[in-house]
């Protein structure tokens, strides 16, 4: 190497960075040593910005755009550095690029299932998932409360940190709505708009704005979805004698068209069909008996069951007899807020049908006994 080629490699004259990934936020450009001269070409592309360190002090800011390094635009680091009237010799300072653009489908999720109280099924626990987006808001304060001297700051190296802020505040915004927890899908937007508002505060402390934040799934226990599915199952079902019916018939037609069963499936096929003729005989008989006029036994109603709000906690489910005892020992009156399944929200108890016969089986004060003579 001559020695004019020598000394041009030692001033880099174009300072300028293209980032090759889709993760780094922070890229320090690496000079190895190399000193900027005077008139050096600067390159910012967009969602870029260029951050000029001088012994460990922030000096210039560059938008996007391309520079020509002066006095004129360098005017912190010329003062830093004591240029009165300008400079010519070669200057070393830390070169930092921040990456502004949207780094979007950065996930986030509950590690633990969070317990809540639900006005339907009580104490119960669910978890949540979903996704949010952040940029680089305020350089300086990216750089001086996050990076440090981080040459090759990447989004993982903060992402950790954001999604614990992201599950408390998502925690504390599912207690403080109230929403039951099978209203919960038709208000992901209040609830991801609540999180949104207090989130952006806190991300921008670090010098990040959030830009969107979602929810993309809340789910219950696989053993409560379970129970939920049989339940739903069952008011589709509605008329159980007929799905029997309809189950065995199927049952048998499944058995005769399977002949690879042999003798088992032949035996299953006529104890089926022994149980489904049995059944329809007891049904005949049943029609018989509602046409000759015998009496048909209702169903047995179900008991009625309320919650009640005592010393502003919510207690029961109590039956009408406990709340009649509630009623003699003054804990519970005509005030008192009561809600059971099948109620749009909580009522006055003295404003319930069911619930006025409690009230009218206390009886009335006694009259003033009469002074003796």
């Known amino acids: 190497m001559g020695i004019f080629d020598k000394l041009k490699s030692e001033f880099i004259d174009i300072v300028e960075w293209i980032d090759p990934t889709n993760n780094v936020m922070v890229h320090r450009f690496d000079?190895?040593?190399?000193?900027?001269?005077?008139?050096?070409?600067?390159?910012?592309?967009?969602?870029?910005?260029?951050?000029?360190i001088n012994e460990g002090q922030i000096a210039d800011v560059f938008k996007?755009?391309?520079?020509?390094?002066?006095?004129?635009?360098?005017?912190?680091?010329?003062?830093?550095?004591?240029?009165?009237?300008?400079f010519n010799s070669p200057f070393k300072a830390e070169v930092y690029f921040l990456n502004t653009k949207n780094f979007t489908d950065l996930k986030w999720g509950t590690p633990n299932p969070i317990m809540l109280r639900d006005a339907e099924f009580g104490p119960i626990r669910i978890r949540a998932f979903?996704?949010?987006?952040?940029?680089?808001?305020?350089?300086?304060?990216?750089?001086?409360?996050?990076?440090?001297?981080?040459?090759?700051?990447?989004?993982?190296?903060?992402?950790?940190?954001?999604?614990?802020?992201?599950?408390?505040?998502?925690t504390?915004?599912?207690?403080?709505?109230?929403?039951?927890?099978l209203d919960m899908a038709a208000n992901y937007n209040e609830v991801s708009k609540f999180c949104d508002d207090k989130?952006?505060?806190?991300?921008m402390e670090y010098g990040i704005e959030l830009t969107k934040f979602l929810i993309s799934n809340i789910s219950l226990p696989p053993n409560v979805e379970a129970a939920l599915d049989k339940r739903s199952s069952m008011g589709i079902i509605g008329d159980m004698g007929k799905f029997t019916q309809y189950s065995a018939a199927d049952a048998m037609?499944?058995?005769?068209?399977?002949?690879?069963?042999?003798?088992?499936?032949?035996g299953m096929g006529m104890g089926m069909g022994f149980g489904m003729a049995n059944m329809m005989m007891g049904n005949m008989n049943q029609a018989q008996q509602n046409q000759q006029g015998s009496p048909v036994v209702p169903p047995v109603p179900p008991v009625l069951a309320f919650h009640a709000v005592i010393n502003g906690q919510q207690t029961?489910?109590?039956?009408?007899?406990?709340?009649?005892?509630?009623?003699?020992?003054?804990?519970?009156?005509?005030?008192?807020l009561v809600w059971r399944q099948g109620m749009t929200g909580w009522e006055q108890a003295g404003k319930v049908g069911e619930?006025?016969?409690?009230?009218?089986a206390v009886p009335p004060p006694m009259p003033p006994v009469p002074p003796q003579q």
Do not use: C, H
């Open 31 to 52: 000079r190895r040593n190399n000193e900027l001269k005077n008139g050096a070409k600067l390159t910012v592309r967009e969602t870029q910005v260029t951050v000029f």
């Open 130 to 170: 979903g996704n949010y987006a952040m940029k680089v808001g305020d350089p300086v304060k990216f750089i001086k409360e996050v990076v440090g001297t981080d040459g090759n700051f990447t989004t993982e190296k903060i992402t950790e940190q954001l999604k614990d802020i992201v599950i408390t505040r998502f």
């Open 253 to 266: 037609t499944a058995a005769a068209n399977n002949p690879a069963g042999g003798g088992a499936a032949a």
């Open 355 to 360: 619930l006025i016969p409690v009230f009218g």
């Open 172 to 181: 504390d915004a599912i207690a403080e709505s109230k929403i039951p927890v």
């Open 199 to 203: 989130l952006k505060v806190e991300f």
């Open 64 to 86: 996007p755009g391309m520079y020509t390094l002066t006095t004129e635009n360098l005017p912190i680091l010329a003062t830093l550095k004591g240029w009165k009237y300008g």
């Open 316 to 336: 029961g489910p109590f039956d009408l007899n406990t709340l009649k005892q509630m009623v003699t020992q003054n804990q519970l009156t005509k005030e008192t």
